[in-house]
């Protein structure tokens, strides 16, 4: 584990990363033998959470979730692969980006679930938050998605209602040109 100190440490996304794997039981379904989005949320919140701390060795908080869309559901019986990794680190937020696939380990498929976006605040013994480690995006996926972390984030702040749209100058620059 890395210890967030005074002096930033530098980390790679790659070094966060969490696989969670889980098997759709018959407690985890709704009446229609599929996995309920709650149950998938809670694995999901879970992995993010272990992702974050990896990144900053320090207990974190969910402090937002972007939209989860569910394009595919995932069967009783079927395995649940969780994949969570940093996307981009702030100042004591990170962002979170995860992809679910289900599989069918009888028929021998595997298929897209979902994706999504948290974010977590790391927190320092006195349970305020604490600075984390700066983030080193180092494959052309791993820059793409850090690129677009700060965007999403000024969304976030935006629909929190603790950015004024006029102040989202990565947003801005998106619709408006100079």
């Known amino acids: 584990m ?41 694995w999901m919140d879970i992995a993010a959470a272990l ?50 696939w289900g599989e069918d380990a009888i028929q021998q498929y595997r298929y897209k679930s979902n994706e999504a976006y948290y974010t977590f605040v790391a927190l320092d013994p006195n349970g305020k938050p604490r600075t984390v480690n700066k983030l080193i995006p180092e494959t052309e996926e791993e820059k793409k998605l850090f690129e677009g972390a700060l965007r999403r984030r000024q969304l976030r702040l935006i629909l929190g209602g603790k950015m004024k749209p006029e102040d989202a100058a990565e947003l801005k620059a998106l619709f408006i040109k100079d």
């Open 51 to 100: 992702a974050a701390m990896k990144h900053c060795g320090a207990p974190v908080v969910t402090a937002s979730v972007d939209n989860i869309s569910f394009e595919n559901p995932i069967r009783l019986g079927n395995v649940v692969h969780i994949e969570a990794h940093l996307t981009r680190s702030f100042n004591s937020s990170m962002e979170v980006h995860l992809k679910v």
């Open 2 to 42: 890395y210890l967030c100190k005074k002096n930033k440490m530098e980390k790679k996304a790659s070094e966060s990363l969490v696989v969670m794997t889980e098997l759709v039981l018959p407690n985890d379904t709704n009446t229609f033998g599929n996995l309920m989005g709650g149950r998938l949320m809670y």
